[in-house]
């Protein structure tokens, strides 16, 4: 089978017996033809060709159409490390006025990871994008190893194909830490799996530790997937006594989890004067908004993760694990499902809002779609099949290798706003909620919906508190306005108003 290197060594009658190819052209030779075979079983091949494509406008500003303001707060934070220093449990962000910027947030290991390295290369949008590229590959791979040892070799190469073609496709090279952290947590359960087998033992409980600690503090839900670490010690055949320790390891590095998220945050909020992280918000609320929007919640699922081919996949994968008693699959999802069920309701409005949320569970759809495809009995069929659910992933998709039109133009803001004055002074944009502007002008300041800016009173009193400039967008803001304010410097994408007192 194409997903097992160890079946088939030798091309087969159907009586089982090997072929005997005689003649004198060599490239009909039985070894050559299973060299080629092999080479196409293994998964880093795959894994590599997602990674070039993805490589396609790899330096590319974060001014893609999808969740580009989400790249640009991790990017403000390791750009702050990069110019001020790392203070790894002081984050800062651009847009909290003339306060310190100091916030609550994810713990900040992607950024300090860009900045660590920005003091050797220089700080550059693409090193960002290529570490989380790099490190979502790895996750993959780490997801393929896993599969292989519970599931089926068959099953983890298309399952894996079928991963690198899903939303992981795209957010594995965006600055943010969702791939990031899922791979880091992937890393650490198949050390774990390797501990377990006695494989290394200690430097793979050290790894598995390690691993898992800082997945789950570089993004909280995706601590979603340690709901199958139970089943792999209860299920294992190691000693009771490696066993036992590597449990009550984990759960000692989660430790530093439950404090960052339930102490440094709120502690980081109050010594910042500024909320920025969301924290969740009551189960039953989050119960009642999902419901009042079930289909836009459902499209998270049938459309967003694996696109409705892979989601059709993933649904007879679960209907054939349940048919043949798949327990390690079956119970896998259950347990990931129940964790990922905690993580919808206590996000509420959020998920249905944003596609990203629904990454943590993209691995196990991702595993049931690779158990429909290896049922499929004939290797044609398969290939056309993943085919389908690749094409159809890719496609939509692709729109994440250009530059958003009307976000495009606001870079030119920096140079017009160095032009004006010092990085020091404070700017308002009219860009609602969304932080990206205030990024790309390298300035710190706020966010504003048009309709305050119109306000007199609501310009005057950020002037009071220091505010040197307003930026109106003319393109892919909140709207073209007209401020009653002497105009410093006007473009075809933005202009820039005074507000000195």
């Known amino acids: 089978m194409l997903g097992d290197a160890s079946q088939d060594r030798a091309p087969r009658y159907a009586n089982g017996k090997p072929a005997v190819w005689k003649g004198a052209a060599s490239a ?24 070039a494509i993805r490589l396609i406008g790899i330096a590319n500003p974060p001014l893609e159409t999808a969740h580009h303001w989400r790249q640009t707060t991790v990017l403000m934070v390791a750009r702050n490390y990069h110019e001020r220093g790392i203070d790894i449990l002081h984050p800062r962000v651009d847009m909290a006025g003339e ?3 100091i916030t609550g947030m994810e713990f900040p290991l992607l950024s300090a990871v860009i900045a660590a390295q920005s003091k050797l290369f220089g700080f550059a949008h693409w090193h960002a994008r290529l570490i989380v590229l790099i490190v979502g590959t790895m996750g993959a791979w780490a997801f393929h190893q896993l599969l292989k040892r519970h599931v089926s070799s068959d099953a983890a190469f298309w399952a ?75 299920s294992h055949a190691a000693g009771g006594a490696r066993r036992w ?4 390891a984990v759960v000692i590095g989660l430790v530093p989890v439950a404090w960052w998220y339930f102490i440094q945050v709120p502690y980081l909020n109050a010594l910042g004067d500024y909320v920025h992280f969301f924290m969740g918000m009551p189960m039953s609320n989050g119960a009642r908004m999902l419901l009042d929007h079930l289909g836009r919640t459902l499209d998270n699922f049938y459309f967003d993760a694996l696109r409705f081919s892979g989601a059709a996949a993933a649904i007879v994968g679960l209907i054939i694990a349940v048919r043949r008693r798949m327990r390690a699959v079956l119970w896998s999802a259950l347990a990931c499902s129940l964790a990922f069920a905690v993580v919808m309701l206590k996000a509420g409005d959020a998920f249905w809002k944003h596609a990203y949320y629904v990454l943590p569970f993209v691995p196990v759809m991702a595993m049931l779609a690779g158990v429909a495809i290896a049922a499929i009995p ?18 939509n998709q692709w729109q994440d290798f250009r530059l958003s039109p009307s976000l495009a133009p606001e870079l030119g803001l920096e140079a017009a706003m160095d032009r004006l004055g010092s990085r020091d002074e404070l700017i308002v944009v009219n860009s609602a909620a969304i932080p990206t502007p205030l990024y790309i002008a390298h300035r710190n300041g706020w966010t504003a919906t048009s309709k305050d ?31 009653a304010r002497p105009i410093e410097s006007e473009h075809e994408a933005f202009r820039i108003y005074g507000l000195k007192r």
């Not at 030779?29 to 196409?40: S, T």
């Not at 320790?245 to 009550?248: D, E, F, P, R, Y």
């Not at 004939?378 to 496609?395: D, F, S, W, Y």
């Not at 310009?459 to 967008?473: E, M, Q």
């Open 160 to 234: 894996t194909i079928a991963l690198s073609a899903s939303l992981w496709f795209m957010y594995g090279r965006k600055v943010m830490p969702d791939v990031f952290s899922l791979s880091l947590v992937l890393l650490g359960l198949l050390a774990a799996s390797r501990c377990l087998d006695g494989h290394r033992a200690w430097l793979n409980g050290a790894l598995a530790v390690g691993l898992i600690m800082l997945g789950a503090l570089s993004k909280l839900p995706s601590g979603c997937l340690l709901a199958v670490l139970p089943l792999m010690l209860l």
């Open 99 to 101: 306060k310190s910027g």
């Open 453 to 483: 800016m119109m306000r007199p009173s609501f310009l005057d009193s950020l002037a009071a508190l220091g505010c040197k400039h307003a930026i109106v967008l003319r393109v892919g803001g909140d709207g073209e306005i007209p401020l």
């Open 245 to 248: 320790w590597l449990a009550l």
């Open 28 to 51: 009909l030779r039985p070894e050559r033809y299973v060299h080629r075979m092999a080479a196409l079983r293994d998964i880093r091949l795959w894994l590599l060709l997602f990674f």
């Open 378 to 395: 004939k290797q044609g069929l398969r290939i056309v099949a993943m085919a389908i659910i690749v094409g159809e992933g890719l496609a």
